[in-house]
């Protein structure tokens, strides 16, 4: 059984390596394409009828192409340390939800299509922080 101090040493180097997987850079490709996989979920209103459906196969891929990435990286749930990236994610997700809504009260598209626009640059500025905090040049 290990003393006091080497089960702090274990936790602390336990807690490094989480901290290096949590802040490993995502390939370059995967930002733009969940960029536009969000703008794709704010901009499903637009298609009518098929808005559910739509929304749930843009989410359904989203899903596919993070968990495909993740697994090549070794790191298939992982999501990263960056509050700033986080942020941008919430904030995208809510514009997506936001979208959905306006649809609903309006029958004008550009609304959805401001708000899918805002969706997608939001979570790319998000991307761009990740990217920074990682280490690694944009």
């Known amino acids: 059984m290990p003393d006091p101090a080497e089960a702090r040493e274990a936790l602390?180097?336990?807690e490094d390596a989480q901290r290096?997987?949590?802040?490993?850079?995502?390939p370059t490709w995967l930002y733009p394409v969940n960029a536009a996989l969000v703008g794709g979920m704010?901009?499903?209103?637009l298609l009518g009828d098929h808005r559910t459906t739509?929304?749930?196969a843009v989410a359904l891929t989203t899903v596919v192409v993070n968990m495909a990435a993740?697994?090549?990286m070794g790191t298939p749930w992982v999501l990263p340390t960056s509050r700033a990236f986080l942020s941008a994610v919430a904030v995208s997700a809510l514009l997506v939800v936001a979208a959905i809504v306006v649809a609903d009260l309006t029958a004008h598209a550009w609304?959805?299509?401001a708000l899918a626009v805002a969706a997608a640059v939001t979570y790319l500025?998000?991307?761009?922080?990740h990217r920074a905090s990682t280490g690694r040049p944009r």
Do not use: E, H
């Not at 290096?20 to 995502?26: D, E, I, K, V, Y």
């Not at 500025?125 to 922080?129: E, I, L, P, T």
């Open 111 to 113: 609304p959805v299509a």
């Open 54 to 56: 739509a929304l749930l």
């Open 125 to 129: 500025a998000g991307s761009v922080a």
């Open 20 to 26: 290096t997987l949590r802040n490993t850079p995502w």
């Open 70 to 72: 993740g697994y090549r």
């Open 12 to 14: 602390a180097s336990i």
């Open 42 to 45: 704010a901009a499903t209103p």
